[in-house]
C-alpha cells in the first residue's frame, strides 16, 4: 500500500521559519515527479511546488518563490519543503504529492498527481 506521510508542521510566527517532510512507502518514487499543494480555509487547494524524478529542474507558485525551498532525497524515498520569511498568507494543510507516472509529468495540475498524504497543518500568526 502506497503511502505518503507529511510532518513538520505546526504553529509559526510571521517572518519565521519550518520545515516539512514527506515520506513515502509502498513504492520507490525516485523516478517521479513529487509535489507539495496547500489548501486555506475557504479556498481550493493549489500548487506550491515540484521537484523532477532527478531533482535537477524545480517549479515554484509565484507566491513562495524565492522563500520557499523544495528538495528531495531518493535515497530515503522523501521530499522536504524548506519555508522561510512565512506570512500569514502561508496558513494552509499544506500535502505532498507524488506523480501518477514516472519521469516526466504535468507539475502543476493537481490531476497529474495519483499519490497523495493526508496533509499538515502550518499557522503563521501575525
Known amino acids: 500500500q502506497v503511502q505518503l506521510v507529511e510532518s513538520g508542521g505546526g504553529l509559526v510566527q510571521a517572518g519565521g521559519s519550518l520545515r516539512l517532510s514527506c515520506a513515502a512507502s509502498?513504492?520507490?518514487?525516485?523516478?517521479?515527479?513529487m509535489g507539495w499543494f496547500r489548501q486555506a480555509p475557504g479556498k481550493e487547494r493549489e500548487f506550491v511546488a515540484a521537484i523532477r524524478w532527478g531533482a535537477s529542474n524545480t517549479y515554484y507558485a509565484d507566491s513562495v518563490k524565492g522563500r520557499f525551498t523544495i528538495s528531495r532525497d531518493n535515497a530515503k524515498n522523501a521530499e522536504y519543503l524548506q519555508m522561510n520569511s512565512l506570512k500569514p498568507e502561508d496558513t494552509a494543510v499544506y500535502y505532498c504529492a507524488a506523480a501518477s507516472l514516472p519521469y516526466y509529468s504535468g507539475i502543476y495540475s493537481e490531476a497529474e498527481y495519483g499519490y497523495w498524504g493526508r496533509g499538515t497543518q502550518v499557522t503563521v500568526s501575525s
Open positions: 509502498g513504492r520507490t518514487f525516485s523516478t517521479y515527479t
